[in-house]
DNA sequence: AAGTCATATGAAATCGGTTTCATATAATCA
DNA sequence: TGATTATATGAAACCGATTTCATATGACTT
C-alpha cells in the first residue's frame, strides 16, 4: 500500500526503528543525550535503510527559520556581481545556509516581486545589491526581524549594515591619478545613474573634483542609454581639439566592454588616441592592460555573508558599515604623457588594444 | 497581547476579514469562483492592510511542491556559467520558481553535502552542472520523481534530459580549422578531465583527429595541475622546434585566461610566437582578439530551465539529449600562415596580445 | 519503605497553510 | 410544492517536523 516512491518521513523512521517520532526527533536534533544505545543504533539503521532526509520545510515551519539566505544581484552577468556571489556562496555554506539568488537586471520592479517571494519562502536573511527603491518593502521585512545587509548600493533611510567602498575617495584617487599621469580632460561614462548611490556618488565625485582643481573644462559626464549613442559620443569627445591629452574612466565593468569595444571599432587606438582607465577589475584588464580601481568584490560577498550571520546569531548592535579598500592597477593604458601635451605623444612603448 | 512583529498568518487575515480560513485559502488560490463580491473584497482588504504573504513553507508542505529549482554548477566564477545561470534565472522568474544556487568548485563532495541539502528543501527539480560522480544520489533523487536536467557534461548511467553540445564534432571543427590555418602543432590545454564527462570528450576527439590525419606527431595534451607548471609547459612547447607553426587550444575560458597570462608573462607574443584558440567565448575575447568555439551558454541555460519546467508540468516522454550549435569565432589569435611554414611568419597585420 | 532523582520514551499540540467533507441558503426544476 | 441544484462558507483533518507535558523504570536517599 506503501508508495515506494515518497520520500520517506519521520514517521517512517519511527515505525522502522519501533520507536516513537519524538526520540526521532531528538535524534535528528542531536539531543541524544537521554537516547539509550541501543535506540541510537536502531535510528541510525532505519535513517540509513530509508535513506531518510529530514524535511527543512516541515522544519522550519515549526522553528520560525529555514535556513534559506536570499540575495539580489542588479546583473548576474557582471564580473563584479559575480565575485560577490562566491564570497557569499562560501560563507553560506560553510555555515549551513542556503543561498536563493535573484537577478533584479537593475529594475525596481522586478526588485519588488523577488522581495515579495522571498518573503513568501520566509527567508531568514536578505543581501541586497538595490536598485534603490523599494525602501517601504524593505522596512516592513526589517520590522519582521529579517535582517538586511546592503551590498555596494544605499536605500535611502535604511539603517542597516552596508558593504560597500567609499566611492568618493575612490573617484578622487582615480581622478587625482588621470591628472598626475598628464590627463586633464576627462570623460566619465557610466551606466544610468537612477537611484543607485554608487553611480550617484561617483558623479558627484566627479564632479567636485573638476570644480576643486579647476581642471578639465572639457571634462565630461556620459550616461550609457545605448550602444549607439556611446559611439556617437566616443566619437565626439576623442575627436575634440583639446588642449591637454584624454582619458574615459567608466563606471564599471560592464561599460568599460563596451567603451573598449566601441572605441575599437570606431578605429581609435588606446591608448594612443584615448586613455581608459575603470572602476571595477574583470581579470581580462591584465591581459588587455586596462588600468583599473579594484574593489575586491570577493570580500565584499564574504563579509556581507558574515554579517548576516552575526545577525541571524544575535548580534543586534547598531547597524555598521564596511568598506572594501579600492586599490589603483597601473596598466598600460593610462601612460603618462607630458603636461600640456596633446595627444599622440605617450611615454609607453606598449599598447593596449588594437583597432582594425 | 499579539505581537507585533509577528509575520501575519491566514489566520489573522481570516479573522480581520470575518471569514473562515478556508475561505481565505480559496482567495488565495484563485478558487474565487464561488465566492461573493463583498468577501472578496473584504479579504482583499484585510490582505493588504496586514501585508499578509503567504508562507511558500507552509504551503508546500500540504501541496508537496516547494517552486524551488536547485541548481548546482562547478564554478561560479566561471562566465560560461553565469550565462548560464542568467538564462535558468530568466525561465524560471518567468514560471515563477526561485533558484537556490550552489557552487561545487568541481568538488563531488560538496556535489554530494549539496545535493542532499537540496533534498531536505524539497526542490521540485535541479539542473546539474555535475562533477560526473554521485550518481547514486542523484538516481534516488529520480526515484521520488524529481526530475533532473543535466547541463553540459553527462553522469554514468543516468537516464535524463541533458543539455550539452556535441563536443566530439566541435573538437573536430577547431582542430580542423587549425590544421587548415596552417597549424599542425597543437597543444590541446585542460583542466584536469577527472570524471567530467565534456573533458574526457574534447581529449578523446583531440586524440583520435590527430590519430586520424596523421598531423601533429608535435601535437600534446596537458592537464593545468597548478600555474607554475602551465607555465613551464607553454615555455617548452612554444619553444621547442617545429616543422610547423603552432597553436594552443584551451579546454575553456579559465584555462584560457591562465594561459593567456602565462603567455604574456614569459614574454611570447600572440600570435607570433603562438596561436590560440580556446572552447568558450567570454566576452573579453573579442577585444583581445582571440579566436574561439563559442557555445551558447545563455541558451543553454534557458533551455534546461525550459526542460525541467516541462517535466515538472507532467511531461513524462523519454530523456531527450539538446545540442545547442557551437560557432567558431574567428579572431586575430589564429592568422592563416602558409603550410610548411614554421614561426614568426603570419600573414596577419594583427596582433592580439603583447608582452611587456 | 517511601520519596526523590536521573534516564529514556511517547502522546498530543503546534507551525501555517490546503483539502475534504459538511452545511446553509437561494434559485431552478418537475 | 417538494426535490434538486448552484452558490457560498466553515469545521476539522492533514502535511512533516518540533516541542511540551506526561510517564515509566531503575537507582539512590533518608
Known sequence: MKDSRRRPTIADVAKAAGVSKTTVSRFLSDQAEYIAEETYRKIEQAIQGLN????????????????????????IANPFTT??????????????????VCN??????KEQNYIRTLRSHHIDGLILHTTGY?????????????????????VNGMHVDLVGMDNTQATY??????????????????APTADISTRIERVQAFHSFIAERHVGEESAVFQVVDDSSLLDFLQAFVSRKTATAKAVFTGNAVI???????????????PDDIALISFDDPDWAQIV?????????YEMGVTAADRLIARLAGDAGEPRRFYVAATLQERASTPK???GQSMRTHSSNRQAIHSE
Open 337 to 339: 604623457v607630458a603636461t
Open 83 to 100: 565575485a560577490i556571489l562566491r564570497g557569499t556562496e562560501d560563507v553560506c555554506h560553510k555555515h549551513h545556509y542556503s543561498l536563493l
Open 104 to 109: 533584479s537586471d537593475n529594475d525596481p520592479t
Open 52 to 75: 531518510y532526509e529530514p524535511s527543512q520545510m516541515a522544519r522550519g515551519l515549526k522553528a520560525k527559520q529555514s535556513r534559506l539566505i536570499g540575495i539580489i544581484v542588479a546583473d
Open 134 to 154: 523599494n525602501q517601504s518593502m524593505l522596512l516592513a521585512l526589517q520590522k519582521e526581524k529579517t535582517p538586511v545587509v546592503l551590498l555596494d548600493r544605499e
Open 289 to 297: 592592460g586596462i588600468s583599473t580601481i579594484s574593489q575586491s568584490a
Open 256 to 270: 568599460l566592454l563596451k567603451a573598449a569595444l566601441a572605441i575599437q571599432s570606431l578605429g581609435y587606438r588606446i
Open 173 to 190: 584617487d582615480a581622478l587625482d591619478y588621470l591628472v598626475r599621469q598628464g590627463y586633464h580632460s576627462i570623460a566619465y561614462v557610466t
